[in-house]
């Protein structure tokens, strides 16, 4: 069966601007592998929006790169999401992201620094590794370009 074509959506009701165009069609086997890890990723991403140290926004990235190779619906709807749109969105015109998720991010990795230097029982090295990967994720997240102010104002906060 090949695979589904679709065309970008365009902003109708809602002025959301359409998801890119997709990727050349793939073998079946692919499509599936794809999709499995766009819905891994996906659910991974849910599961880091509760769980503190665990990130959303590299997990919901990673969904749609998969779902935009593998589903168009899928990416479609994450695409067009309150939540994960505007993450897309704003990564897929020049990487940027929004002041808010820089704070977020660095907000709960300093608590997950915290935490793990009081827990006891944990060798050194593993305090220090975790701290310093946390550390250049910072880094490298707030070398990251904001989207323009008009831009992050029209995102719903949450």
């Known amino acids: 069966m090949p695979e589904e074509k679709s065309e970008p959506q365009t902003a109708s009701t809602n002025s959301l ?5 997709q ?9 599936w592998l794809l999709m499995a890890f766009a819905v891994f990723c996906l659910v991974m991403g849910v599961i880091g929006i ?3 140290g665990l990130p959303t926004t590299v997990f919901i990235l990673m969904a749609g ?3 935009a190779r593998s589903s168009p619906r899928l990416h479609g709807w994450l ?12 990564w897929a015109n020049g990487g940027r992201v929004s002041r808010k998720t820089k704070w977020s991010a660095t907000i709960v990795m300093s608590l997950c620094a915290c935490m793990l230097f009081l827990l006891g029982g944990t060798p050194i090295w593993v305090k220090m ?5 946390m550390a250049c994720v910072l880094v490298w997240l707030w070398l990251r370009p904001e989207p323009p102010a008009s831009s992050s104002a029209a995102a719903p906060e949450h």
Do not use: D, S, Y
């Not at 601007?17 to 165009?21: I, K």
């Not at 695409?79 to 704003?90: D, S």
């Not at 590794?129 to 990967?133: D, F």
């Open 17 to 21: 601007p359409a998801p890119p165009l």
């Open 23 to 31: 990727h050349a069609e793939r073998p079946v086997v692919v499509r």
């Open 50 to 52: 509760i769980v503190p």
């Open 65 to 67: 790169w998969a779902a």
């Open 79 to 90: 695409w067009n999401h309150r939540l994960f749109g505007p993450m897309l969105q704003e």
């Open 129 to 133: 590794t975790a701290n310093g990967c």
